[in-house]
């Protein structure tokens, strides 16, 4: 159930929305204009907005812009009537979610309804997990309403204010670093340094002198004495990411710093003491590595006392819209953009397999909003490049055999034919609410058999 505004100058047409709105089971109140809107919105909280265009004194769009203003979660659909699309247009331009052109079908407005207040679910649920987070834990990045995920915020809840070392494992892209950084956060170190090394970024040769410094002339080229990376870590937390890559002599090294909590810097007897929590985090199966002699049993014992395993993205699909959404928000700011996710996008995204986990989910929103065009992020925009010319990943309910291509065609075959439905096979109006050039949008509809 959803609370919803119904606007419009005409008392028929307000009960008749407000009847089958009701008949939904929304909790629907009316406005008999653009200033009794306006005023209502002011002091009272809705999810959703319909609005008619054209109205007496304030309009539609004056109620949209100061609906925006007051509530910018709020959704707002207006109402057209023949031959104002390019008003309709320029709402969805200012910010509603939707339009959708009298007369109309009781099914087609539910659907339009419907789909404007999972979204602002999906908004709202985004922001309250982003202001708990800041509020009770200053951490706001780690997004999702899966078991796993909660499973995951109350374990970093219970060990972060512990010292106990952590290793946190799972596929690459699943958030480790996250996940080590929300330990660091709320922990009693959180105003000391949180120092991150990615092991396999760094060769064999150099990492031992990086992370534990080393004095004058202890090698070619070390003119002075140089602290390490664990001695600005001092008082605060060590992540080391991709512990796995670490050959086994520093890691025997690494096992005494636990330990002992002492290093020695390349070249020099004279141990230091250092206080640091140790954070580690592999995409590898460590008891393999042991069984291969890659890694130290007694160092995978000193690090396994915490552990955290991240589930990957394909196995809590309830968590991609809403993560999907959070980036879509992210990258909108970033880039000063206003989008909204096109037909079939985030149905796509849940069925996608994600090898990369959430940094491929992020990257994908991210290349979607850049590409996006007319306010819209379309199927085409989101879908990576070496997956355009061949299947798609299986999908978690059956792809049916289908190319990536073929959906793709699909979606973009609709939209267009829905299009020029509502403007009664004008190619011109079509093309400027798709977005598309005329020629472009000739093209299309000859490539995909589309006839107005």
């Given at each position: ?160 204010p512990t010292d106990t070392t952590v290793l946190i494992t799972g596929e690459s892209g699943t958030g480790k670093e996250l996940v080590a950084r929300a330990v660091h956060v709320n922990s009693t170190r959180a105003d000391k340094p949180f120092v991150s090394v990615n092991c396999a970024a760094i060769s064999e040769t150099l990492l031992e ?33 991709e512990i796995a890559e670490t050959p086994p002599a520093f890691q025997a090294k690494l096992l005494r710093a636990i330990q002992e909590g002492e290093i020695r810097r390349l070249g020099d007897n004279k141990p230091v003491q250092v206080d640091v929590r140790i954070i580690a985090a592999t995409n590898q199966d460590l008891q393999e590595a ?163």
């Amino acid at each position: 159930m959803a609370k919803i505004l119904v606007v419009d100058d005409q008392r028929n047409m307000r009960t008749t929305l407000s009847l089958m709105l009701r008949g939904a089971g929304h909790d629907v109140s009316e406005a008999a204009d653009g200033e009794e809107a306006c005023e209502v919105v002011q002091t009272d909280t809705y999810d959703l907005v319909l609005t008619d265009l054209k109205m007496g004194g304030r309009d539609g769009i004056e109620v949209l812009r100061h609906v925006k203003e007051v509530s910018h979660l709020t959704e707002v659909i207006v109402m057209t009537a023949y031959g104002t699309i390019e008003s309709a247009v320029e709402a969805m331009r200012i910010g509603a979610y939707d339009y959708i052109q009298k007369p109309f079908s009781e099914e087609e407005l539910l659907v339009k309804v419907d789909r404007a207040v999972e979204k602002r679910t999906l908004a709202g649920e985004v922001s309250a997990m982003a202001a708990e987070f800041r509020e009770r834990y200053g951490f706001d990045n780690i997004i999702g309403r899966s078991a796993a995920i909660r499973d995951v915020l109350a374990r970093i809840v219970r060990i972060a204010p512990t010292d106990t070392t952590v290793l946190i494992t799972g596929e690459s892209g699943t958030g480790k670093e996250l996940v080590a950084r929300a330990v660091h956060v709320n922990s009693t170190r959180a105003d000391k340094p949180f120092v991150s090394v990615n092991c396999a970024a760094i060769s064999e040769t150099l990492l031992e002198s990086e992370l534990f410094g080393h004095v004058r002339g202890a090698y070619t080229g070390a003119v002075a004495t140089r602290k390490g990376l664990f001695e600005e870590a001092n008082g605060g937390t060590f992540f080391f990411d991709e512990i796995a890559e670490t050959p086994p002599a520093f890691q025997a090294k690494l096992l005494r710093a636990i330990q002992e909590g002492e290093i020695r810097r390349l070249g020099d007897n004279k141990p230091v003491q250092v206080d640091v929590r140790i954070i580690a985090a592999t995409n590898q199966d460590l008891q393999e590595a042991i069984a291969e002699k890659r890694f130290r049993q007694d160092l995978y014992y000193r690090l396994n006392v915490a552990r955290f395993m991240l589930p990957p993205l394909r196995e809590r699909r309830e968590d991609i819209p809403l993560l999907s959404e959070f980036f879509k928000e992210k990258y909108a700011k970033k880039m000063r953009r206003r989008v909204e996710f096109g037909e079939g996008v985030v149905d796509y995204l849940t069925r996608y397999e994600f090898p990369g986990n959430v940094r491929e989910c992020e990257n994908m929103v991210e290349q979607g909003v850049a590409l996006s065009v007319d306010g819209k992020v379309r199927l085409e925009d989101i879908v990576p490049l070496e997956q355009q010319s061949r299947p798609a990943s299986a999908p978690a309910s059956g792809g049916g055999g289908q190319t990536l291509q073929d959906v793709v065609d699909r979606a973009e075959r609709d939209a267009i034919q829905n299009v020029l439905r509502d403007v009664d096979g004008n190619k011109e109006k079509a093309a400027e609410v798709l977005g598309l050039s005329a020629t472009t949008l000739w093209r299309k509809m000859k490539r995909l058999n589309v006839h107005s």
